[in-house]
C-alpha cells in the first residue's frame, strides 16, 4: 500500500517551506517534493526577505539564519540616459533589533529553512518532480511524482510549485498566463570586497543599502532595476513585463549589460567580479490574476497563487503568509476530519481580511494603466531628470525663468490638461 501522508506540499521553495514547517510542528506528518538539487537551487530573489512575516513563523530567526545585510537604506532612482532623480529613506533604526529587512540569498537561506522543517518533523525529498495530482471521486488525494512506484497520498495538496504552477493550471484553478501577467527578471551576483561596498553604497560595517530603479534602467519598459548590497556580493538585476521585452525584441541579458553600463551605476560596480547570473518569472497579474485558491482537498500559495506585489517589490513575504495561512487551515481541517472545498475555504477567507489581498486590490490597475500609458516610464521620468538639470543650471538666467524652463521639460509636447490628466491616472492606480 502506499504511504500516506497528513499534507503534501509541491515545491520547496519559502512558500512551501512556511506552510511544511507550520504543519509538521503541529504534529502533522508532511512530506515536500522538490524538483531541484536542493532546496534553493531553483528559486531567484533580488533579494530582499521582510523579517516580520518570517518571525511569525520561526520566532527570532534572524538570530541564527544565514542572511546578508539588515537593510538600513532604501533608495528610488528614476534615471534618464546620462542622470538620475533620487528620493528614498535612511533610518538607523533599521539597524538594530528586530530590524525590518534584510538581504539573502536563496540558496543558503531555503536550505537554513528546509533544515528547520525536518527539525520539526517534516520529510524533504528532493530531485523529484510532481507530474500530476492524482484525483479520485472529484478530490486531490495525492501527486504522481516522476520517481518509479512515485505515488504519494495525503489529505491535503499544497502547490506551492512557484509562478507557472503547471498542476493548478492542469486542474483547471487558472490559464497560462499571457505575457502581460508575468514579467522576465535577470540578475546577476557580483563579487566585491565588504569594505568597497560600504564605502560606496556610504554604509556602517555590516549594514544594506537597496536601490529601485525606474526609467531608463529597463530602457523606459514597464519594470524596474536593482541593486542590493550583499556582505561581499552586489545583486544587480532588472524585470519587465513579458509582453514588453517582445515589443521591443530585446533580449534579457543585454537589457541587464546596459543598465551595468549606465554611467550612474557603472561606478558602483566597476572592480567587481560576476559570480552568478539567474532568469525567472515574476507573477505581475495582481488581484485580477489570482487563480481559484481551494478545491477538494488542495490549496494554492506563493507565486502559484500569483501572490506578488510588484509595487512593493514583495513576494517572498506574501508566499510565506499564505503558506502559513494555509497550514493553519489545514490543522484545523484535520481536528475535524474534514477536507472538502468547503472546509479548506477557511484559507480563502483569511486571505481576503490579510494585507495579502488588501494589497494586491490596492494595485489591481496600476500595472494595466502603466501599460495603457508608457509615458510615465518612457516620457515622464526622462522629463523629470531633463526638468531637475534645468533647475540646478546656473547661467545668470533668473530663477523664474529656470523654473519656467523646467516646467516645459515636463509638458514637451503635451497640454497642461493632459498632464493634470496623466498625474490623476497615476494617482488613482496607486493611491
Ligand atoms: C529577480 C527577482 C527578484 C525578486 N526580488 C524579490 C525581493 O527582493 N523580495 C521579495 O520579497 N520577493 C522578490 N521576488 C519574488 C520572490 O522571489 C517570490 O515571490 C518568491 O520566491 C515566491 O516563493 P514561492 O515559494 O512561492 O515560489 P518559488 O520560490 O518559485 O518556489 C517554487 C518551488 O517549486 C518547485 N517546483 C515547481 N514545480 C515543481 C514540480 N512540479 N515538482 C516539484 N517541485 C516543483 C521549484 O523548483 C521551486 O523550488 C523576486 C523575484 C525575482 C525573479
Redesign the pocket.
Known sequence: MAEKFDAIV????????AAAYTMAKAGLSVIV????QY????????????RHMMDEIIPDFWRDAPLERPVVEQRFWFMGRESVVQTGYKGMEWAKPPYNNFTVF?GKF?QWFAKKCIEAGALIINE????ECLIKDNKVVGVR?DRPDGDIYADVVVL????????ARNLGFHREWRPNQVAL???EVLKMPSERIEERFNLDKGMGA?IEIFGDGTLGMIGTA?I?TNKEHISI?C?TLLSQIREKHIKPYELLEYLKQHPIVRPLIAGSEPCEY?A????EGGYDSIPKLVGDGVLV????AQ??NGIH???????MTS?HFAADTIIHAKKIGEYDERALSHYRDVLYNSFIIKDLKKYRNASHTMEANPKFFNHYIPASNKAMSEMFIVDGKSKADRQRLAFERITEGRSKLGLVSDMLKIWRAVK
Request: no cysteine; hydrophobic share 40%.
Open positions: 509541491v515545491g520547496a521553495g519559502v512558500s512551501g517551506l517534493i522538490e524538483r531541484g532546496p534553493g537551487s531553483k528559486n531567484v530573489m533580488g533579494g530582499v526577505l521582510y536563496r531555503d523529484t518532480v510532481v507530474e511524482t506551492a510549485d512557484g509562478v507557472n504552477s503547471i498542476l527578471a535577470v540578475m537597496t536593482f542590493y538585476g524585470g539567474y525567472h518569472l515574476i507573477p500559495v506563493g507565486d502559484a501572490f506578488v517589490r514583495e513576494g517572498s513575504n506574501l508566499g503558506g
